[in-house]
Structures are given as C-alpha cells and as structure tokens.
C-alpha cells in the first residue's frame, strides 16, 4: 500500500517557479508521476520518474520541469520553472507498480495523492 501526500501548491506570476513535493510511505520500489488537472480538461501526464531513475516528460514541459526523488526522505518532487498561464492546474502525484509502459498515462497509476493546486497569472 503507498500513501502518498502533495504539497507546495502556489499562486504565481508567469515567469515564476514553483516546487512541489510528495510525501510518500513505501513508494521506493514503484514508478512515481506527476499529473495535471485543470477545470474542464482532462489529467494529463507531466513528469515521470521510474523506480530505477529513469524520467520521462511531456513536451509541454521539457526544459522548465524537474522530477526528481529522495529515497531517503521518501519524497518526489517536481521542480517547475519558467511557469505560463497555461500550466495552472491541479497538481497530483501518483505510483504504479509493474512495468514502466506508457508512464504519462493515469490509467496506469494505482495510488494517488489528493493534489495541490497551481495557478499562474499573466
């Protein structure tokens, strides 16, 4: 079972950053990923990081935001800089066990954070 709980949510002018972070309980030995949700879309996958350490990031994203984990403070991470309007969302973290396949997809992901939002004003 993996428990997992977000934090660092914020409002920010574009331009700026914003790390969250992810607590998690026996999460070492799963994929963990970074999702999005804004009002009327669909969560959509922005970082992942495999048990191994391999990462992975949607498009949007590549070259403004960071995953990354401590094993030991059982923390993921997501490092987001150069943030735009367009990223204002509701922010969840997420593990999956198995394989690595399709790691952006939530369909995947067994266990979810409850989220912490993000808004970005122009």
């Known amino acids: 079972q993996v428990q997992l709980v977000e934090s660092g949510g914020d409002s920010v002018q574009a331009g700026g950053s914003v790390r969250l972070s992810c607590a998690a309980s026996?999460?070492?030995?799963?994929?963990m990923g970074w999702f999005r949700q804004a009002p009327g879309k669909e969560r959509e996958g922005v970082a992942a990081?495999?048990?191994?350490?391999?990462?992975i990031y949607a498009d949007s994203v590549k070259d403004r935001f960071t995953i990354s984990k401590d094993n030991a403070k059982n923390t993921l991470y997501l490092q987001m800089n150069s943030l735009q309007p367009e990223d204002t969302a509701m922010y969840y973290c997420?593990?999956?066990?198995?394989?690595?396949?399709?790691?952006?997809?939530?369909?995947?992901?067994?266990?979810w954070g409850q989220g912490t939002q993000v808004t970005v004003s122009s």
């Open positions: 026996g999460y070492t030995y799963y994929h």
């Open positions: 997420a593990a999956k066990g198995g394989s690595w396949y399709r790691p952006l997809s939530p369909s995947g992901y067994n266990y």
């Open positions: 990081i495999g048990s191994g350490g391999s990462t």
